[in-house]
């Protein structure tokens, strides 16, 4: 089978999905085809894979943590050309594929669509127009018109793939909004996450381990300060930070002992292994891969981010962890991380996940679906 995959490069969430089906389609001797941009290609590359850059459909503008959602839909009205969109028809055409996999991009479900190639899309969020809530009336004006497209993709599309988990259990359920004569399309994947807890030896960290992903830059630090707050005041507990490339962590000062500070770490999932609790922001693709691994979670949604506040509702809801705040003092920080590493607050919730997970392996669920639209394909071609 030889499959093209598109990846949106606006979110790491995205290329963690693309870089866990790349590798389990090409385990099964596959051939993939990588196309990304930006970050999400360089982590591709780094990753070991040859990848085709593609062109930047999506440009996100923030300051301190807020979206700009009208500086957006500029960025990316420009961002749109006659000749990209003929760059991705010929990528689709050069490489010839049975089946299409697309994470976000949609210009390369038009050019598939074009060429009447099978696709599928990866959605954890289809309640996009909540964003031009609230706005002025030409940006909802303008959500109406997104609304429209993405009903018009998701009827033209074979299936809709969900990397989260079946119902009752699903994360992003909050964030799914799609019409009722598409709901046969639906396939709940399980999470699509690189590595599976059983496939990882669990590394030599002083327990109880917290490991927290939150980042260190601009509006986030004042959360990792208070992390840090909480190690001080609680010397029993260990913690391993990763700053974001932003932060210079060789400034940082009165770093407790208990606590190591990292810029960035290419693989965490050694360290979800060793923790009792991740800390992060509420993005989707790092709540799949904490939940994959049984751990409990402490959600700090970005300021006014519907999907990341969604998911972190969710996440305290069904007993995962917490959603909290940046009101929030070290010392309640505190007082909520000992609840878990040392009562074991949530932990039989999030124990359940890991279990789903290693059944139900997201990648090769999603590899099995493709294999058998391929099959089917090849059938009615004879």
């Known amino acids: ?9 606006e979110g790491l969430g995205h290329t963690g999905r693309s870089i866990a089906l790349g590798r389990e389609l090409l385990s099964a001797g596959h051939t993939v085809h990588f196309g990304a941009y930006g970050y999400s290609k360089e982590l591709m590359e780094k990753s070991g894979y040859t990848v085709r850059e593609i062109p930047q459909e999506l440009k996100l503008v ?16 420009r961002s749109i050309s006659p000749e990209n969109i003929l760059s991705v028809l010929r990528l689709v055409k050069d490489t010839d594929p049975d089946v299409v996999v697309s994470d976000g991009y949609y210009l390369g479900v038009l050019a598939a669509g074009f060429r009447k190639i099978s696709t599928y899309m990866i959605v954890n969020q289809s309640n996009m127009e909540e964003f031009f809530r609230d706005k002025s009336p030409m940006v909802g004006l303008l959500g109406g018109l997104v609304r429209s497209f993405y009903h018009f993709i998701y009827h033209r599309i074979d299936g809709i793939i969900i990397p989260d988990f079946p119902e009752p259990y699903t994360v992003c359920s909050r964030n799914l909004a799609f019409p009722e004569d598409v709901q046969h399309k639906l396939n709940f994947s399980g999470p699509l996450v690189r590595k599976r807890s059983s496939e990882v030896e669990t590394p030599d960290l002083k327990k109880p381990h917290v490991l927290c992903t939150i980042g260190g830059f601009g509006y986030r630090r004042e959360i990792f300060d208070k992390i840090l707050d909480a190690a001080r005041m609680d010397s029993k507990i260990n913690y391993t930070l990763i700053a974001g490339p932003s932060l210079d962590i060789n400034v940082l ?53 519907n999907e990341q506040e969604n998911n972190a509702t969710t996440v305290e809801e069904r007993g995962y962890g917490r959603r909290l705040d940046y009101s929030v003092s070290g010392e309640e920080l505190l007082s909520m991380i000992r609840e878990v590493v040392f009562e074991g607050k949530f932990r039989e919730n999030t124990i359940r996940l890991r279990e789903q997970a290693e059944s139900f392996y997201g990648p090769a669920s999603v590899r099995k679906l493709l294999e ?6 090849a059938k009615d071609r004879a």
Do not use: Q, W
Not at 255 to 277: G, H, M, Q, T, W
Not at 372 to 377: E, Q, T, V
């Open 253 to 305: 000062e009165n770093v407790p002992e208990n606590s190591r500070i990292y810029s960035f770490i290419a693989d965490p999932f050694p360290f979800y292994k060793a923790s009792y609790l991740v800390i992060s922001a509420g993005g989707h693709g790092t709540l799949m891969e904490t939940l994959s691994f049984g751990l409990p979670l402490f959600s700090f949604p970005d300021r006014g981010h």
């Open 372 to 377: 058998d639209i391929s099959s089917k394909n």
């Open 1 to 9: 089978m030889n499959v093209l995959l598109f990846t949106c490069g």
């Open 62 to 77: 923030g300051r301190e943590g807020s979206l700009n959602l009208e500086a957006s839909i500029k960025h990316t009205a």
